[in-house]
């Protein structure tokens, strides 16, 4: 039996026929790894967003060792745009549909899950410095912060905050990145491992 | 070359054939053609920049909608009862008794991989370029498209 020729066939007949939503292209797409890049998209915007609320900040802080501490988280916050950025201008590039498809989604599923590992590591040492800014910030509302950093119980509900803050930040941010990144790399690993089951 | 939004879409419409093709093939529910039909357009004109034109763009084209397809979020395909799907099975024989509705039928029950295989072996692809489109490897490609091949004889000599 020539299956060429009974392809012709169903071709002609059937695989050809007319679907539904030819026309325009409408530039909104349900991929995982589309809704990825929308994820990141997303967390550029809160990065700048915190650049701007802490260059603001700086502005009005009345003591020059405040002003100190939020131009540390601004700094703090470009490596955190670079991060992201990277991770981005990646998927965008990888994200090719005429590539070889395993390949495409297991690169852009590992770099991804690289750079969340690498923030959410990075936040640990974060969280405390944020703590701390805040604080100072706080305490410089109304005295001198270096006067006041002086008494021993400032110093303990410092560490208090940074002991309560810390774990509370990384919970809470662990719980986003689920939100936000977690259910489409579950979706990209379930694909790699379709796919992969298949070849 | 850059082209327009417009020039694109005429290109797409002069090949729709071919993403009509892969969505019979692989779609289940009508309702999910449309949103396929658009992906697959949508991520042919996001990867379009970078098509070289070493390959034919309906190679190309073709390359993108199957790719699409395979990571396509379809909706859950209603699960028929046991005792229906006895009943659908005579209707089926008895109304698809031609070869080609048969061939539809075979292909149709492959796992999707073997299903890409076997399409772009029968549209005339090399085995050189379904190991290129599959990721698989040249001869894995050969070993598994005459174990495709046998199955779907089998099964239409057996109709």
Not at chain 1, 37 to 49: D, T
Not at chain 1, 133 to 149: I, T
Not at chain 2, 52 to 67: A, E, I, M, P, Q
Request: proline residues 3%; glycine residues 4%; charged residues 20%.
């Amino acid at each position: 039996m020539d299956l060429k020729e009974v392809w012709k066939k169903l071709e002609q007949e059937k695989l050809t026929q007319p679907v539904a939503g030819a026309g325009e292209i409408y530039k909104t797409s349900k991929h995982p790894v589309q809704k990825l890049i929308n994820s990141f998209k997303m967390a550029l915007g809160f990065v700048v967003l915190f650049e701007l609320a802490f260059t603001y900040l700086a502005i009005i802080a009345p003591q020059p060792v405040v002003k100190v501490a939020m131009v540390l988280m601004m700094i703090v916050y470009i490596f955190y745009f670079v991060a992201n950025y990277k991770t981005l201008q990646h998927i965008k590039t990888t994200f090719r549909m005429d590539q070889n498809l395993t390949h495409t989604l297991q690169s852009i599923y590992d770099n991804t899950q690289q750079s969340l590992k690498f923030q959410r590591r990075s936040a640990l040492f974060i969280y405390p410095l944020a703590a701390t800014c805040g604080f100072l910030f706080g305490l410089s509302m109304e005295r001198n912060v270096v006067e006041v950093l002086n008494n021993r119980w400032v110093w303990i509900s410092l560490v208090i905050s940074i002991a309560v803050l810390t774990p509370l930040s990384y919970f809470v941010a662990v719980q986003l990145e689920r939100i936000s990144y977690g259910r489409y790399l579950n979706q990209l690993r379930t694909l790699i491992h379709q796919l992969n089951s298949q070849t | 070359m850059p082209v327009s939004e417009k020039e694109f879409i005429a290109l797409v419409n002069e090949n729709r054939g071919i993403i009509y093709k892969v969505i019979r093939l692989y779609i289940n529910q009508e309702e999910d053609t449309r949103d396929l039909y658009q992906e697959i357009v949508f991520q042919a004109w996001k990867s379009y920049p970078r098509f070289d034109g070493r390959s034919k763009f309906s190679t190309w084209l073709y390359r993108v909608g199957l790719n699409t397809v395979l990571t396509f979020k379809r909706k859950p395909v209603v699960v028929i009862p046991h005792e229906d799907l006895a009943s659908l099975h005579v209707a089926q024989t008895k109304t698809n008794t031609d070869e080609s509705e048969a061939l539809y039928v075979a292909i149709r029950q492959l796992p999707e991989v073997d299903r890409m295989i076997i399409t772009l072996h029968l549209d005339g692809y090399e085995n050189e370029e379904i190991a290129e489109i599959t990721g698989l490897t040249k001869n894995n490609t050969a070993v598994k498209l005459h174990r495709i091949k046998d199955i779907l004889i089998k099964k239409l000599k057996a109709e």
